[in-house]
């Protein structure tokens, strides 16, 4: 908080400073204008100044000025003082004449006059300048569109060769409307290097101090607004925007030396007025959006109003003009200066860092606006005027509080990325500790994964050749021959072999056909269902469609065993067949029937009392195949549909069921 205000302190010092540097060219020409008085040194002198309303203006030939002599009126002449400000009114474009007289007594070694020359800072709305009777200067247009000089400052050396010996006469012509506050502004006359000081002084003070604000205003507003459309939630940014740009284009109407892009100068008049409006709304906006003030009732009064004044200035007949000037001007001056005024209030009561900033900066444009509003109310002075200093006060306010801002952004985005470092450091450690329980899960299921496969394999290899065995035991009518024993016994230590070799069987040779590789199957089990007085019969292609894996070959095996097995043990039947066929190249499918007692095969596998026939379904599904079992009275059929890949392929799928 503290740095805040002291960095509101130094910005408001900076800005007295900058309102000190910018007036300084105003305190300096009284001093060049005391200087021209002084008696120690010789200058010229203006010696009366007249006006009179030419009442033939179409003299001058149809509003184009005379090149070689001045058409004046011969009559109405009366005594002003510059600057001087008509008092007609009514709807109409008058001409006028101002006669100057001056004298110079400055000779030099060969006794003619020394260089003498003409300042004149405004002339409203647009004029010409004679000496004597040499034309001296003219405006580009003397009729409608008129040309802007109101508020741009000239000089001009005048030609010895129109001097007199004794009294000169200046003649400059005024043409301007009615609702135009039309006149002349200050005139001087001295030495050359005088009057250009005074000129370089105005021209600074009248253009090229609203040129840099134009800039500066213009530049600022363009960027938050592009701030704003970025974010559209800094609303502030963008009534500051728009008040710049508002501002711009106000600004435009006052460097403009002619009416264009409008018709005449009566219409750039109103569009002055409605642009000035419109800044003064943005800028009372900007300050309640800025200040984080809710006024939705004052908000709508003032946007009826800023409304209500441009549907006034735009649509009032040219003859109420000049008073429309005047209230729109005088009414945005006080709604601007109030909210100023109100904002100061606002900021003391907060106390806030950049409501005291921007506070602040108000503050100045309350100095200025009051000065300003002394100046245009006493007299044409508008080179003394201070608001050409606003934009660049603007523009060093809303670049400290800006900076300020993005320092304080860039500080909460450090504390942000720190947070967000422990954040991610502590996120890391609980992921590493939820890995590490994942991975020892995943090793415990893989243990009793394999637990259960061997589990199956026992069941479906050992256990089968066992059943078998056991089989061919009970239903030998005398006991076994010892070779006949031992070729049962190898048959079991083969089997058990086979499942300890499991793990390593995807590295095994595919038979080349179908033939080949149920031929030992085929062979185990005829000797058994012999035994049995079961008659079997095997349909088996002679050709491989598309060629299954190892692990594949070795699946469908235990499938068969197990299928078999169940037959031998719980059917009771006398007929076996099995019949391996290929649908499709890519299809490989294996069906067991038999004329057996049957048995309910949704009982079984809601109840999961058989062990087989989950076994062959897990099976069935670990390789992608789809296991049906279909069972009644009249026997039971065992299908498995194996759609065969590519090894790449085959290999895949294993490894993800």
Partial sequence: MVPARRCAWWVLLALGWLLSACVQPVWAAPAAAAASGDDKECHPYILTAQMAFDPQPEKSLNGRVAQSYPYPPAQGWKQVNLPHQWEQAGDRMLTAWYRVEWRSDCRNAEGLIEPVALGINAISVAGAVYSNKD??????????????????????????????????????RVTGMTQQQAGLGQLYIGKPEMVRERYENSLWRQRTAYFVTALLSGSVGCIFLVIFLIHRSERAYGWYALMSLAWVFYLYTILSINSWPFENSLTMTRASIVLFVIYVGCFCQFTWTFGQQHLPRLQKGLWLGVAGLCLLTLLIPSQHLNVTVVVGWMTGFTVFMLNCIQFQWHAWRTREPRHLLLAACWFVFI???????????????????????????????????????????MRRIARFN???????????????????????????????QERLEIAHDLHDGLGASLVRSMAIVEQSA??????????????????????????????????????????????????????????????????????????????????????????????????????????????????????????????????????GVRSMETRSQRLGATFRAESGPDGTVLRVSLPLRSAVEAEKFSLSA
């Fill in 478 to 611: 005398q006991p076994l021959e010892s070779n006949r024993v031992m070729s049962l016994l190898k048959v079991l230590r083969d089997d058990l072999r086979q499942v300890i070799d499991h793990g390593s069987s995807a590295g095994a040779t595919v038979p080349d056909s179908p033939v080949i590789w149920l031929a030992p199957l085929r062979h185990r089990f005829t000797n058994i269902l012999d035994d049995l007085d079961m008659t079997s019969e095997w349909q088996v292609p002679s050709y491989w469609g598309v060629k299954p894996t190892a692990l594949q070959c070795l699946a469908l095996t235990r499938v068969l065993e197990e299928a078999l097995s169940n037959v031998i043990k719980h059917s009771r039947a006398h007929h076996v067949r099995v019949v391996c066929s290929l649908p499709s190249p890519d299809v490989l499918e294996l069906a067991v029937f038999d004329d057996g007692v049957g048995f309910d095969v949704s009982a079984v596998q809601q109840a999961g009392l058989s062990v």
């Fill in 367 to 409: 100095v200025v606006g009051a000065h300003d509003v002394f100046i245009v109310l006493a007299s044409w002075r508008h080179s003394e005027s201070w608001s050409s200093i606003s934009g660049p006060i603007a523009t060093i306010f809303m670049a400290v509080l800006l900076g300020t801002q993005l320092a304080t952004q």
């Fill in 135 to 172: 034309l001296i200067w003219s405006d580009a247009s003397l009729i409608q569109p008129l040309s802007a000089s109101w508020n741009m400052p000239r000089w001009w050396q005048l030609p010895r060769s129109s001097f007199n010996d004794g009294i000169n006469t200046l003649w400059i």
């Fill in 418 to 448: 720190d947070e967000l470092t422990v954040a991610v450091n502590d996120a890391r450690l609980e992921l590493e500790m939820a890995l590490t329980r994942e991975h020892e899960q995943r090793l415990r299921h893989a243990k009793a």
